[in-house]
């Protein structure tokens, strides 16, 4: 079984910067993707960003391009978040997740985490 653990989640004032880990752990195999979906209450989750395994290739929310950053380090079985400029709707439970194909919707995901809270205060 595959684990993916989130970290970096706390409590930021509006403006600022946060940024998130999720380390794999467990039983690996060779993921396409990996990425961050995020749920505010009473709302879908809905994806926020996703990174190639291998290529490094990015791709965003058009709700976060120009803010969020998302980066891999292979050796470390590592996906990061850098989020800045953080706004008030960005406030949500975050999740890492993992499969085996390009990530953009829920049903792409076969490996979640637990979700890590951002609280973002105006």
């Known amino acids: 079984q595959v684990q993916l653990v989130e970290s970096g989640g706390g409590l930021v004032q509006a403006g600022g910067s946060l940024r998130l880990s999720c380390a794999a752990s467990?039983?690996?195999?060779?993921?396409?993707?990996m990425g961050w979906f995020r749920q505010a209450p009473g709302k879908e989750r809905e994806f926020v960003a996703g990174?190639?395994?291998?290529?490094?290739?990015?791709y965003y929310a058009d709700s976060v391009k120009g803010r969020f950053t998302i980066s891999r380090d292979r050796a470390k079985n590592t996906v990061y978040l850098q989020m800045n400029s953080l706004k008030s709707e960005d406030t949500a439970v975050y999740y890492c997740?993992?499969?085996?194909?390009?990530?953009?919707?829920?049903?792409?995901?076969?490996?979640w985490g637990q979700g890590t809270q951002v609280t973002v205060s105006s």
């Open positions: 990174i190639n395994w291998s290529s490094a290739s990015t």
């Open positions: 467990g039983r690996s195999f060779s993921f396409y993707g």
């Open positions: 997740a993992a499969g085996g194909k390009r990530l953009g919707s829920g049903s792409d995901v076969d490996f």
